[in-house]
């Protein structure tokens, strides 16, 4: 009778945080599915070669291993690359036995990645699996939207020049492209965004996939080096999930909205001209011309929107040119508020910029300040 076969499909979040066991005994074939990704690499690259590869594996079970009955294969393009671990292996194994089952075969997505220095013959290689396993899923589900919590550095560099870490100072996170399950955790200042210059250490495994998770989704962190001893270094996270700050986002921009409806409201009356610098097409144009403004966004259109500029509608009265030219939201409310006690608004030049394509120029406008007479109103 054949052996039953579980055919599967092992879903993760994207992260590719399982790392493939064994792979330094299939080196040659992980370099052979990366070869073309390390030529195209070498052809753009002027320090260095690196190599990512996004596929689909095939895990296998291999019930005739001499080394563990229970052990599933990694095969990739139809080479074997590696195997899960042997916990792992021996889960899915009496998973799909208790089935009924007497094999398990599945996909999953995989990514290899490489990386070496021009004139090393030997890469870096890694394979990382899309798989959730349980302790994962734990982790995920006790997920906060603000999550805080303190590490000893694994590996610290404790020979370091003691004016590169200094207790109290902000540092970050690099998750190597190679190998995501190794966090390493470097200064602020550290340029080198490619690879840590010089790394203080790396994040314990127990932290790695909270860490990831907020990096990876658009999250906020923030770290600080709060000890330093002899022994090792602790460093206190702020993990700040993505949703915590859209709802922030949301009752920030709700503030702002009721703020700008209720200042849109009082008459604007400055004792100095309202000044503002904007990018319009080129045009024969001298200081000293004047633009009447002709056509406004809206309140609503104000009062929602998210850019920071809008377009409005200018009328040259020297020439006769209309255009269309964005202008700051900051300024548009306070011309709203001018509106209130004068019955149209004249931008007149300062001084123009041409840009260097010569397509375009950037023009500073004031709106004088002369008015009726009435008290001086200031926001």
């Known amino acids: 009778m054949p052996d039953r076969v579980l055919h599967t499909k092992l879903d993760g979040p994207g992260l590719y945080l399982f790392e493939v066991a064994g792979k330094n005994h299939y080196q040659s074939e992980i370099l052979q599915l990366l070869q073309d990704r390390f030529e195209e690499s070498a052809a753009l690259e002027s320090t260095a070669e690196s190599a990512e590869y996004?596929?689909?594996?095939?895990?296998?079970?291999?019930?005739?291993?001499?080394?563990?009955?229970?052990?599933?294969?990694?095969?990739?393009?139809?080479?074997?690359?590696?195997?899960?671990?042997?916990?792992?292996?021996?889960?899915?194994?009496?998973?799909?036995k208790r089935l009924g089952f007497d094999r398990i075969e599945a996909t999953c997505k995989a990514k290899l990645a490489g990386y070496r220095s021009h004139g090393d013959q030997a890469a870096k290689v890694n394979v990382m699996l899309d798989y959730y396993t349980k302790q994962m899923k734990q982790s995920e589900s006790a997920e906060k939207t603000i999550l805080r919590f303190e590490f000893?550095?694994?590996?610290?560099?404790?020979?370091?020049?003691?004016?590169?870490?200094?207790?109290?100072?902000n540092l970050k996170f690099w998750i190597n492209?190679?190998?995501?399950?190794?966090?390493?955790?470097?200064?602020?200042?550290?340029?080198?965004?490619?690879?840590?210059?010089?790394?203080?250490?790396?994040?314990?495994?127990?932290?790695?996939?909270?860490?990831?998770?907020?990096?990876?989704?658009?999250?906020?962190?923030?770290?600080?080096?709060?000890?330093?001893?002899?022994?090792?270094?602790?460093v206190v996270v702020e993990l700040t999930s993505k949703q915590e700050l859209d709802k922030r986002y949301e009752e920030l921009k709700k503030a702002r909205n009721q703020y700008v409806l209720q200042a849109i409201q009082k008459?604007?009356?400055?004792?100095?001209?309202?000044?503002?610098?904007?990018?319009?097409?080129?045009?024969?144009?001298?200081?000293?011309?004047?633009?009447?403004?002709?056509?406004?966004?809206?309140?609503?259109?104000?009062?929602?929107?998210?850019p920071s500029r809008l377009t409005v509608g200018l009328h040259c009265v020297r020439t006769g040119a209309n255009i269309?030219?964005?202008?700051?939201?900051?300024?548009?409310?306070?011309?709203?508020?001018?509106?209130?006690?004068?019955?149209?608004?004249?931008?007149?030049?300062?001084?123009?910029?041409?840009?260097?394509?010569?397509?375009?120029?950037?023009?500073?406008?004031?709106?004088?300040?002369?008015?009726?007479?009435?008290?001086?109103?200031?926001?």
């Not at 080394?67 to 590696?82: Q, Y």
């Not at 899960?84 to 799909?96: F, G, I, M, P, Y």
């Not at 590996?155 to 100072?169: C, K, M, N, Q, T």
């Not at 004792?271 to 809206?298: C, G």
């Open 54 to 96: 996004y596929v689909n594996a095939i895990l296998r079970s291999e019930p005739t291993n001499p080394h563990d009955c229970n052990a599933i294969a990694v095969e990739i393009s139809g080479l074997k690359v590696g195997h899960l671990d042997r916990h792992t292996a021996a889960k899915l194994t009496n998973q799909s």
């Open 324 to 379: 269309k030219v964005d202008l700051p939201v900051d300024f548009l409310i306070k011309i709203k508020r001018l509106l209130l006690t004068r019955p149209e608004i004249i931008l007149e030049v300062r001084e123009l910029r041409k840009v260097r394509s010569g397509e375009s120029m950037w023009c500073d406008a004031e709106v004088h300040h002369q008015y009726d007479d009435g008290p001086n109103v200031e926001q």
């Open 152 to 169: 000893q550095v694994e590996y610290p560099r404790l020979d370091i020049d003691p004016e590169y870490a200094v207790v109290g100072s």
């Open 267 to 306: 008459p604007y009356k400055p004792k100095k001209p309202v000044q503002v610098t904007f990018e319009l097409p080129s045009m024969p144009l001298k200081t000293h011309d004047r633009f009447a403004v002709k056509e406004l966004p809206s309140t609503e259109q104000i009062v929602d929107t998210d």
């Open 177 to 234: 492209p190679s190998c995501p399950n190794h966090v390493l955790i470097y200064p602020a200042y550290d340029v080198h965004y490619s690879q840590p210059r010089t790394p203080l250490g790396r994040v314990p495994s127990d932290y790695v996939l909270p860490i990831v998770r907020n990096i990876s989704t658009r999250g906020m962190y923030s770290a600080q080096l709060a000890t330093k001893t002899n022994d090792g270094w602790l």
